[in-house]
């Protein structure tokens, strides 16, 4: 009977063993999954001090011999495509930048020309002795924060050109209004720096 009770504990031991070990086994997490691949050549915007995506109302931009403020943004989108133009605080005239992903960040700085008296008809453009060929038109919606000098929410349309040697022209009309006539010129990343507002 001893012996009989002895080898029924020691059996219960050695399953409780078992049974224990296999349970352990199952909480030892399993080791992270490898890092997804990543293209080595993308623009990822580290090389620009600050992410230009999420330039907002408030931001300071500082380009090394100015510094000024992001007064408002303009949120726009056509189809599934969005982008922004970010609106800066100058004296006398009207400047912003322009940030996309297409699928790298492409960034811009524009002037507005309200001295030009131009419409968007054409394959080409003649200005100040420069031609610019359409590069894309289209319409879509805009939703604005901060100081734009447009309502909350509306619609636009816009047409886009680009001279042989990469210097911008740009139409945009808001809410069925006038043409606004821009220039503007591409931004290198790393040329400048943003200091987040509150």
């Known amino acids: 009977m001893d012996i009989l009770l002895l080898v029924v504990i020691a059996a219960a031991v050695v399953v409780g063993v078992v049974v224990y070990l296999q349970r352990s086994k199952k909480s030892t997490p399993a080791p992270p999954p490898p890092a997804a691949p990543r293209d080595p050549f993308a623009d990822t915007a580290d090389s620009t001090a600050g992410d230009p995506r999420t330039l907002k109302a408030g931001d300071m931009v500082d380009w090394g011999v100015e510094r000024t403020w992001?007064?408002?943004?303009?949120?726009?989108?056509?189809?599934?495509?969005?982008?922004?133009?970010?609106?800066?605080?100058?004296?006398?005239?009207?400047?912003?930048?322009?940030?996309?992903?297409?699928?790298?960040?492409?960034?811009?700085?524009?002037?507005?020309?309200?001295?030009?008296?131009?419409?968007?008809?054409?394959?080409?453009?003649?200005?100040?002795?420069?031609?610019?060929?359409?590069?894309?038109?289209?319409?879509?919606?805009?939703?604005?924060?901060?100081?734009?000098?447009?309502?909350?929410?509306?619609?636009?349309?816009?047409?886009?050109?680009?001279?042989?040697?990469?210097?911008?022209?740009a139409f945009e009309r808001f809410d069925h209004g006038s043409w606004e006539v821009s220039t503007g010129t591409k931004v290198e990343p790393g040329t400048f720096t943003i200091y987040p507002g509150s």
């Open 70 to 169: 992001i007064r408002g943004s303009l949120r726009l989108s056509e189809g599934g495509y969005t982008w922004s133009e970010h609106f800066l605080e100058v004296e006398g005239g009207k400047r912003w930048l322009s940030v996309e992903e297409d699928p790298d960040i492409e960034i811009a700085l524009w002037t507005g020309r309200p001295d030009l008296d131009l419409t968007p008809h054409g394959k080409s453009i003649e200005l100040e002795g420069t031609t610019y060929r359409l590069e894309e038109k289209g319409s879509g919606s805009y939703r604005s924060e901060g100081t734009t000098g447009l309502k909350s929410q509306g619609g636009f349309d816009y047409a886009d050109y680009e001279s042989a040697d990469g210097r911008l022209l």
